[in-house]
């Protein structure tokens, strides 16, 4: 079972600031990465989906990189509904495994 | 606009089963292969089990394997979890959730809960 670890655990930060999280695998998952973000009391939702590509209606200011072990979501200039969780997820091999989340707060 | 809606949770004792549904909407359902994700309270994500869209190929988490089948309906379009042999540590939110292209979870529905409990 690949491992995602990410980090930091939380990062405090300020609207109009940017947002870097990352996301790191116990071994290569190429590209296939997603990053979801969940708000309190809410289901998930889709960011980025292999990767870096950005999921239907994703705003721009969020932006996903890298490849094999080591990924990055960045979030531009942070809106004041960008402040919640974040989680990366693996496909490249069953099972599918979830980082334990970046909390993203003021 | 896609919809997927969970029922079925419940407070159930240890040992007991509990069947969980997803009715899907706003997309043709027999395309689509599906998942049930699970998250415990306060915890992170957990993924639980995979069926594809014809159900021909079904994978399941190894800590429910034995316990839980996934099933589906494409003639009604929902998707359903047949849980049993409960334990304590099963106690989460289960999401429905649809696999995107890239096999990404896409759209999740808004949860139901189960709590195991005696």
């Known amino acids: 079972e690949i491992a995602l670890t990410q980090s930091p655990a939380t990062l405090s930060l300020s609207p109009g600031e940017r947002g870097t999280l990352s996301c790191r695998a116990s071994?290569?998952?190429?590209?296939?990465l997603a990053w979801y973000q969940q708000k309190p009391g809410q289901a998930p939702r889709l960011l980025i989906y292999d990767a870096s590509n950005r999921a239907t209606g994703i705003p721009a200011r969020f932006s996903g990189s890298g490849s094999g072990t080591d990924f990055t979501l960045t979030i531009s200039s942070l809106e004041p509904e960008d402040f919640a969780v974040y989680y990366c997820q693996q496909r490249r091999n069953w099972p599918p495994t979830f980082g334990q989340g970046t909390k993203v707060d003021i | 606009e896609v919809q997927l809606v969970e029922s079925g949770g419940g407070l159930v004792q240890p040992g007991g089963s509990l069947r969980l549904s997803c009715a899907a909407s706003?997309?043709?359902?027999?395309?689509?292969?599906m998942n049930w994700v699970r998250q415990a309270p306060g915890k992170g994500l957990d993924w639980v089990s995979y069926?594809?869209?014809?159900?021909?190929?079904?994978y399941y988490a190894d800590s429910v394997k034995g316990r839980f089948t996934i099933s589906r309906d494409n003639a009604k379009n929902s998707l359903y979890l047949q849980m049993s042999s409960l334990r304590d540590e099963d106690t989460a939110v289960y999401y429905c959730?649809?696999?995107?292209?890239?096999?990404?979870?896409?759209?999740w529905g808004q949860g139901t809960l189960v709590t195991v409990s005696s």
């Open positions: 071994q290569s998952v190429s590209s296939y």
């Open positions: 706003g997309f043709t359902f027999s395309s689509y292969n």
């Open positions: 069926i594809s869209s014809s159900s021909s190929t079904i």
């Open positions: 959730t649809r696999a995107g292209v890239a096999r990404e979870f896409d759209y």
